[in-house]
Antibody
Framework: QVQLQESGPGLLKPSETLSLTCTVS????????WSWIRQPPGKGLEWIGF???????DYNPSLKSRVTISVDTSKNQFSLKLSSVTAADTAEYYC?????????????WGQGTLVTVSS | SSELTQDPAVSVALGQTVRITCQGD??????ASWYQQKPGQAPKLVIY???RRPSGIPDRFSGSSSGNTASLTITGSQAEDEADYYC???????????FGGGTKLTVL
């Protein structure tokens, strides 16, 4: 059973860069799609982007200019960087894996990590 | 705004059947998936590929899709089904993933 765990700073100041890592256990990162999703407090889910194990990426157009997702197969991890954060980026951030060769079939999720942006 | 539209809230009496819908043009050509999210928990996949159920999901959950509308049906709703439900799919460009705004299900 694949398990995912997010890690990274929980508090950032405006204009800083958010950096989160998702560690994958119980399976190899050298397959499937790996995604980041966020959820502002009390609001709905927002897809941030994915990376395929080959390194191919795709990002939400509304965030594309600020987002980078990368993968480290040697550590079985993938990472999210979001630059120039503002209070609007305050959210629970989830990493997830997809099944059946479809990036949208998100069958395994991390528990989430809350990132707060505040001066 | 999301390219997938869901009713914000739906209620159902205990033991009855409820259908939660998701509308969007991209659903005419792309699969819908459904996620259940309870307070303080990560979302959980309950239906993928329009109508397929992951292992471990009770068979009272079923999915369907027709035209621009995908549906999640819970037959014989249980108290533990009270949760937020989100649909997702690809957007109209077929490249990006998109979520619906979510439906809060209340079991009365």
């Amino acid at each position: 059973q694949v398990q995912l765990q997010e890690s990274g700073p929980g508090l950032l100041k405006p204009s800083e860069t958010l950096s989160l890592t998702c560690t994958v256990s119980g399976g190899s990162i050298s397959s499937y799609y790996w995604s980041w999703i966020r959820q502002p407090p009390g609001k709905g889910l927002e897809w941030i982007g994915f990376i395929y194990f080959t390194g191919t990426t795709d990002y939400n157009p509304s965030l594309k200019s600020r987002v980078t997702i990368s993968v480290d197969t040697s550590k079985n991890q993938f990472s999210l960087k979001l630059s120039s954060v503002t209070a609007a980026d305050t959210a629970e951030y989830y990493c997830a894996s997809a099944m059946a060769g479809r990036a949208e079939f998100l069958n395994h999720w991390g528990q989430g990590t809350l990132v707060t942006v505040s001066s | 705004s999301s390219e997938l539209t869901q009713d914000p809230a739906v209620s159902v009496a205990l033991g009855q059947t409820v259908r939660i819908t998701c509308q969007g043009d991209s659903l005419r050509s792309h699969y819908a998936s459904w996620y259940q999210q309870k307070p303080g928990q990560a979302p959980k996949l309950v239906i993928y590929g329009n109508d397929r159920r992951p292992s471990g999901i009770p068979d009272r959950f079923s999915g369907s899709s027709s035209g621009n509308t995908a549906s999640l049906t819970i037959t014989g709703s249980q108290a533990e089904d009270e949760a937020d439900y989100y649909c997702n799919s690809r957007d109209s460009s077929a490249t990006h993933v998109v979520f619906g705004g979510g439906t809060k299900l209340t079991v009365l």
